[in-house]
């Protein structure tokens, strides 16, 4: 299976500054998604990044908030925008497989 | 939207007893996928599940996909200290090709 990092593990950041999250990846991946964590709950997917084309937002995700690049097969990176406490969440990067999907280590955004 | 209820929501276990959690949903799924996750982790791949009725097995864990295929269970056998975590059932979603990820099962064991 794809091994993935990302980077930072995790960081605390004061409201109204903006968090940039890397995703890399070993192998060359067409899909490659965010994920969400909210403290005590369950994932919660922000968009699906393909290369070469928009990422593709779900329904309460929106680009202004949550700005995806997707530069080449192997790297992504997620920027949580003018943040608030409600922020504070486990963010993941994740990559398909086949009919397989796995996921980063994920990165811990605390907002004060 | 679909409704995909995970139960039991945790689990005060004693080492060494099993351990059985299921998903089910209204919606028609074509892969069922089963994660764990650790503390300060990611969720990590326990098994995969692609055909109505299948039945997988990993090591001590035993998945099986629903012959509906709206539901599917996950049994881990003899439980040990390191399947302390939390479980997720993940399908995924026939038309989207998205997968929908359960509530989640946070198994604690009393040694």
């Known amino acids: 299976s794809a091994v993935i990092s990302q980077k930072p593990s995790r960081d605390i950041c004061q409201r109204g500054t903006s968090l940039t999250i890397q995703c890399q990846v070993d192998?060359?991946?067409?899909?490659m998604f965010w994920y969400r964590q909210q403290p005590g709950q369950s994932l919660t997917l922000i968009a699906t990044?393909?290369?070469?084309?928009?990422?593709?937002?779900e329904s309460g995700f929106v680009i202004d908030k949550f700005p995806i690049s997707r530069p080449n097969l192997t790297f992504s990176t997620l920027t949580v925008s003018n943040l608030s406490p409600e922020d504070s969440s486990i963010y993941l990067c994740?990559?398909?497989?086949?009919?397989?999907?796995?996921f980063g280590p994920g990165t811990r955004l605390t907002v004060l | 939207g679909q409704q995909l209820n995970q139960s039991p929501q945790s689990m005060f276990i004693q080492e060494g007893e099993d351990v059985s959690m299921n998903c089910t949903s209204s919606?028609?799924?074509?892969?069922w996928l089963w994660y764990k996750q650790d503390p300060g982790e990611g969720p990590v791949l326990l098994i995969a599940?692609?055909?109505?009725?299948e039945l997988t097995s990993n090591g001590r864990l035993t998945a099986q996909f629903g012959i509906t295929r709206k539901d599917s269970f996950l049994n881990i056998s003899a439980s040990i200290p390191s399947d302390v975590g939390i479980y997720f059932c993940?399908?995924?979603?026939?038309?989207?090709?998205?997968?929908?990820f359960g509530q989640g099962t946070r198994l604690t064991i009393n040694p």
């Open positions: 990044a393909n290369q070469g084309s928009e990422a593709t937002y």
């Open positions: 993940a399908p995924r979603d026939q038309g989207a090709q998205k997968l929908v």
């Open positions: 994740s990559v398909e497989e086949g009919a397989e999907q796995f």
């Open positions: 192998s060359q991946v067409t899909m």
């Open positions: 919606s028609i799924f074509n892969t």
């Open positions: 599940l692609y055909k109505a009725g």
